[in-house]
Nanobody, 125 residues
């Protein structure tokens, strides 16, 4: 079983930056895909970024393109989310997700098997 542990959340002013980290503990396959989702109070969980097993393919929704960057270090078994130009609307709990059961990236939470506990990101105006 894989345990995902997020870190790096916090409070930042609008226009600022944060970098989230997600460390995988336990045995992961060589084809382990990873993603970030977020959930604001009263809203559904939404896809923020995804990356395939070797980092060659990434996926972003339009509302974060040009601002967020996902990357990974397979030696450290860690996935990162660099968030720049943050807006108050980016305030949410950010979750790391992973799976070895896919051949392509998905923006649906239902397609991801492993989840972290979440880290709070608050952007003040």
């Amino acid at each position: 079983q894989v345990q995902l542990v997020e870190s790096g959340g916090g409070l930042v002013q609008a226009g600022g930056s944060l970098r989230l980290s997600c460390a995988a503990r336990g045995r992961t396959s060589t084809t382990y895909f990873a993603a970030w989702f977020r959930q604001a109070p009263g809203k559904e969980r939404e896809f923020v970024a995804g990356i395939n097993w070797n980092g060659a393919t990434v996926l972003y929704p339009d509302f974060v393109k040009g601002r967020f960057t996902i990357s990974r270090d397979n030696v450290k078994k860690t996935v990162y989310l660099q968030m720049n130009s943050l807006k108050p609307d980016d305030t949410a709990v950010y979750y790391c997700a992973g799976t070895s059961l896919r051949a392509s990236l998905s923006d649906s939470p239902n397609d991801w098997r492993d989840w972290g506990q979440g880290t709070q990101v608050t952007v003040s105006s």
